[in-house]
Nanobody, 115 residues
Framework: QVQLKESGGNLVQPGGSLRLSCAASGIIFSSTAVGWYRQAPGKQRDVVAVITSDGSTSYADSVRGRFTISRDNAKSTVYLEMNSLKPGDTAVYYC?????????WGQGPQVTVSS
């Protein structure tokens, strides 16, 4: 059974930083692309960043230069380092694992950026 366990969501002031983690189990993690998505109230779920199995990364324009996605295959974990956070970054953040057997989603930690 594939499980994605996310952590790191919190309330942070504008300009602050957070790191989200997504730990996977039940999957061949090293050969799986993983992405972070977010969904704000009343809006669609959008991609934030993706990291492929070989470590290539891509980012949404709105977060490029502020967010960094990385992976540790030994720990089967993907991270999203978020800096210079803005109120517009407030959302539920979801981890998605894209394997040859299907896509899997985590439950999503809440990130709130507010003073």
């Amino acid at each position: 059974q594939v499980q994605l366990k996310e952590s790191g969501g919190n309330l942070v002031q504008p300009g602050g930083s957070l790191r989200l983690s997504c730990a996977a189990s039940g999957i061949i993690f090293s050969s799986t692309a993983v992405g972070w998505y977010r969904q704000a109230p009343g809006k669609q779920r959008d991609v934030v960043a993706v990291i492929t199995s070989d470590g290539s990364t891509s980012y949404a324009d709105s977060v490029r230069g502020r967010f960094t996605i990385s992976r540790d295959n030994a720990k089967s974990t993907v991270y999203l380092e978020m800096n210079s956070l803005k109120p517009g970054d407030t959302a539920v953040y979801y981890c998605r694992a894209m394997s040859r057997y299907g896509d899997y989603w985590g439950q999503g930690p809440q990130v709130t950026v507010s003073s």
